[in-house]
């Protein structure tokens, strides 16, 4: 059993990372989950959250919006909405975050009147932006 697996992190603007990772930690949308080498093939989309990557270089975190993971025996590809490095989140940049989720939310309210699924989509969006600041200690207002 290999130990370590090939990791690949690509937003629409570039390729972050590309390593041999031990470790990498997904917010999946259906809940978080952790792979290694030979892990079981998988697709999964992604809800904001952290990526985090645990290689022989350290551990790199990753704040994503959203996106699919895929997962193969020998290596992980995450293919991100928007993925920005922990330490070039800033408060700025979050909040930039935070009122794009708001907006959605307030179109999907005008939008889907009396239509639950898309507006609770757009809300849980929201608090998952809001949990991924907090998690870094960032304030989302």
Known sequence: MADTVQFDLVSP???LTS????????????GDLTAMADHSPLI?????????????KGEDEYAVTGGFAEIN????????????HRTDMTQ??????????NNRLTKARETFVNEPGPVDDAA??????????????????
């Open 124 to 141: 849980k969006l929201l608090s998952d932006m809001v949990a991924m600041g907090e998690h870094m200690g960032l304030n989302a207002y």
């Open 92 to 101: 700025e940049r979050f909040k930039a975050l935070i009122e794009d989720a």
């Open 73 to 84: 025996g020998d290596s992980i590809s995450v293919l991100a909405e928007q993925a920005i």
């Open 19 to 30: 390593v041999q990772a031990r470790e990498v930690q997904i917010p999946g949308a259906e």
């Open 13 to 15: 603007e570039r390729l």
């Open 44 to 56: 999964t989309t992604l809800r904001p959250g952290i990526v985090r990557v645990i290689s022989d």
